[in-house]
Antibody, heavy 121, light 108 residues
């Protein structure tokens, strides 16, 4: 059974760096073709893709955010970490991590519950 | 970047009715298109991928069609649990993966 859960601060100040952790079970990022995505959703708005992290570290990032985003993985802990620098109130959103369905399938079949991050001074 | 446009923004329907939701891509994505359902306070749920393949456990009242730039999600007979927001997402030309703005299916 695949599960994912996001953790991290629910409130960050403008200009700070956001660090979110996705802890998952039911699969391993050391397995070929596995991927984990990050997606966010501002309150009342649509979904926005941020990043897709692959088993082989051949990661993909949103072009509009790639200068602000870094990701790391800890396969022993089954975790993926997202860091986003220079946070702004417009970055207020629910942040989700999700499991990629499979090879050449960059969409998401299992999602975490999401974590609402508010950016405010 | 491929822009995904969904219409209508809101669909007011009665239970038992047939719902037709549209998604248009700004350029061809072949059949690399998925649909998600999202209920309030919940994460999205994968419904359809490859434009027309139902994901595991999805009832057959949900069907997807289309290719290129025009796609449709049809719910043949709306059940109470189907009232939600529906998003399309393309993976034909990425990064970035892009989502539509969503269609809310509400009870009439």
């Amino acid at each position: 059974q695949i599960t994912l859960k996001e953790s991290g601060p629910m409130l960050v100040k403008p200009t700070q760096t956001l660090t979110l952790t996705c802890t998952f079970s039911g699969f391993s990022l050391s397995t070929t073709s596995v991927g984990v995505g990050w997606i966010r959703q501002p309150p009342g708005k649509a979904l926005e893709w941020l990043a897709l992290i692959y088993w082989n570290d051949d990661n993909r990032y949103s072009p509009s955010l790639k200068n602000r985003i870094t990701t790391t993985t800890d396969t022993s802990k089954n975790q993926v970490v997202l860091r986003m620098t220079n946070m702004d109130p417009v970055d207020t959103a629910t942040y989700y991590c999700a499991h990629r369905q499979g090879h050449n399938m960059p969409f998401f079949d299992y999602w975490g519950q999401g974590i609402l991050v508010t950016v405010s001074s | 970047e491929i822009v995904m446009t969904q219409s209508p923004a809101t669909l007011s329907m009665s239970p038992g009715e047939r719902a037709t939701l549209s998604c248009r891509a700004s350029q061809s994505v072949s059949t690399h298109l998925v649909w998600y359902q999202q209920k309030p306070g919940q994460a999205p749920r994968l419904l359809i991928y490859g434009a027309s393949t139902r994901a595991t456990g999805i009832p057959d009242r949900f069907s997807g069609s289309g290719s290129g730039t025009e796609f449709t999600l049809t719910i043949s007979s709306l059940q109470s649990e189907d009232f939600a927001v529906y998003y399309c997402q393309q993976y034909g030309n990425w990064p970035p993966l892009t989502f539509g703005g969503g269609t809310k299916v509400e009870i009439k």
